[in-house]
């Protein structure tokens, strides 16, 4: 147990860390979201293509089975990561972080809507919370660019479907005997892939690229890999519904390195430094919403399944997450 909570915070912390890094190649590299989103994730791709052999069995799935749900996984993963970029451009990493907790209400939305899922009054609760949260966070300091706001909720939107496509990817390899933990980090390799051909593609593309760039985006991709591989290996040892809450404090841990490198450190082009009430405003913004989530995951029942649909089953009431990112 505490491995696996050691393991959740090393994953909250990278996170928050590589939220940083990414704004810090932004800073450097004026209005060049694109070039740190293909820089990175062709670093990201080359990582996971020597990764692939670790994984191999006999009993791999035909690509047939499982390509659609890659592909629709890897390339809304991949938006949503184009729209984080977009919205680091303009707006403190520790703003940004707890309002990507939002993405319960975007989640339940889209269960209610589309798989005629019910939530308990404590998950509805939970729904206020993160909304009120987010209120909070939008006001603590100078206000949020409208335009990074909406960013920021399409990140969150494109998490969320990439979620849903990554757990029936997940549900491909359970059935194939691999274990949860290994069809995750399998999973997440595999979109890592798919994502680092596309950033080739853009590369090639992208005007005034310089080798350089390689070197300064470096940290960002090392930083968060390690978040994905710790964030697994908290599931493995305290499961997924807790893993994801412990997690989820990244929000708070990221306003705590914010003040951190703005006070003491004194790099305020990468967070601007804040006062005294508005820090606390945003620490509570941050606890507000990561005890959205747990209570959210907590009150999750698992749905009726005979042993046939197990696989199915826990891909649907875990929510596995590539990069939550």
């Known amino acids: 147990m505490i491995l696996g909570i050691a393991l959740g915070f090393g994953a909250a912390t990278s996170n928050s860390i590589a939220y940083l890094l990414s704004r810090s190649f932004l800073s450097k590299h004026n209005k060049g979201y694109f070039h740190l989103l293909a820089f990175s994730h062709t670093i990201l791709g080359l990582i996971s293509i020597c990764l692939v052999p670790l994984f191999f069995t006999e009993n791999m799935p035909k690509i047939s089975e499982y390509a659609t749900s890659l592909a629709s996984a890897a390339l809304l993963y991949f938006g949503a990561q184009a729209s984080l970029f977009m919205t680091l451009r303009k707006t403190e990493p520790s703003r940004v972080a707890p309002l990507l907790g939002s993405k319960i209400i975007i989640l339940a939305l889209i269960s209610i809507i ?54 029936n990817l997940i549900g491909n ?24 051909f596309l950033s080739v593609i ?100 698992p749905e009726k399944q005979n042993k046939s649909e197990a696989p199915r089953a826990a891909r649907l009431t875990s929510t596995p997450q590539i990069c939550d990112k």
């Open 114 to 167: 589309f798989l005629d899922k019910h939530f308990v009054p404590a998950q509805w609760l939970a729904i206020f919370f993160s909304f009120s949260a987010a209120i909070i966070l939008s006001g603590a300091g100078s206000r949020i660019p409208l335009s990074s706001f909406f960013f920021v909720m399409l990140t969150c939107l494109g998490y969320s479907l990439s979620d849903l496509n990554i757990a």
């Open 173 to 196: 390899f359970e059935a194939a005997g691999f274990s949860l933990v290994r069809a995750c980090m399998f999973s997440t390799v595999l979109c890592y892939i798919v994502c680092g």
């Open 202 to 301: 853009i590369l090639i593309l992208l005007p005034d690229k310089q080798i350089s760039m390689f070197k300064d985006v470096l940290p960002f991709a090392v930083f968060w890999y390690a978040a994905m591989f710790f964030l697994f290996g908290c599931f493995g040892t305290i499961g997924i519904m807790y893993g994801n809450i412990i997690q989820s404090t990244r929000g708070i841990i990221s306003v705590i390195i914010a003040a951190v490198i703005s006070t003491i450190i004194g790099f305020q082009h990468l967070e601007k430094k804040v006062t005294k009430m508005v820090l606390l405003r945003r620490i509570a913004a941050a606890v507000l919403m990561t005890s959205a989530i747990a209570l959210f995951q907590v009150n999750q029942k």
